[in-house]
């Protein structure tokens, strides 16, 4: 299969992956200089909490589409960057979740238990914040080792639930500026991502 697609070659090198690390960690070096070089506008905060919410997303999308890229190129080197993506997909959540605990909340606990019952999206985006947890901790050899192939399968398929959770949360968070456009753009990406897994399991899985 690699001699079908001469570029996966060079997909393979070391210098491929640190290329791609570059590519994950750009959107937040560039976040770090806004916020040193007041490139942010009016309302930096916001545009952090802003930004790293949407990066978390656009990650997401990208963790999604990798299976369905490698069949549709012939390109099984692709897998190689489905772990690193998707951990730069909860590190941008990270981000996110701290911007929201600092510049909304300024850490107060209490008053991140009262918003969380207030309001929707806060609630939703946590759940979605915690299902990552499980699968960002396994994201390793030793787990895979340690829970069996199978058993990680099973739960790495949670990562199912996040487009769901997350575009609830966008959509929710949306609701009160009546501004859906992007959240349409994002539920038609991950729907399309989604719906292609079904297809394809269907027509790979074996016919009785
Ligand atoms: C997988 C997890 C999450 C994803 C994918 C996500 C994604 C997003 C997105 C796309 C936005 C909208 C950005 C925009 O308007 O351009 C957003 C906004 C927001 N999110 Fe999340 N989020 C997640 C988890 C969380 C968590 C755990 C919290 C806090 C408990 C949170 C709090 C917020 C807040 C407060 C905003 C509004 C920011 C503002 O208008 O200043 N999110 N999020």
């Known amino acids: 299969m690699l001699s079908k697609v001469p570029w996966q070659h060079t997909l393979l090198s ?19 200089w806004a916020t040193f070089n007041d490139a942010l506008g009016a309302n930096p905060a916001e545009a952090l909490s802003r930004s790293t919410g949407d990066w978390t997303l656009r990650w997401l999308c990208l963790v999604l589409a990798i299976t369905p890229l490698r069949h549709i190129a012939g390109a099984p080197v692709l897998l190689r960057f489905r772990r690193s993506t998707g951990v730069a997909c909860f590190l941008y959540a990270c981000v996110h979740m701290l911007c929201y605990a600092w510049f909304d909340q300024s850490f107060d606990i209490q008053a991140m238990a009262k918003d969380l019952v207030k309001r929707p999206f806060i609630w939703v985006g946590m759940l979605a914040f915690v299902a ?16 069996g192939g199978k058993r990680w399968q099973q739960l ?37 991502l989604l719906v ?13």
């Open 196 to 208: 292609w897994r079904v297809w394809w399991k269907a027509k790979t899985s074996p016919r009785i």
């Open 14 to 32: 070391p210098r491929a992956h640190w290329a791609w690390y570059g590519v994950l960690a750009w959107p937040l070096m560039w976040m770090v």
């Open 156 to 192: 790495h398929r949670m990562v199912y639930l996040l487009p769901v959770l997350a575009v609830l949360h966008f959509y929710w968070m949306r609701a009160g500026k009546n501004n859906f456009a992007e959240v349409w753009v994002y539920t038609l990406v991950l729907s399309v």
């Open 132 to 147: 990552m947890w499980p699968l960002a901790v396994t994201s390793n050899n030793a787990s895979v080792r340690w829970l």
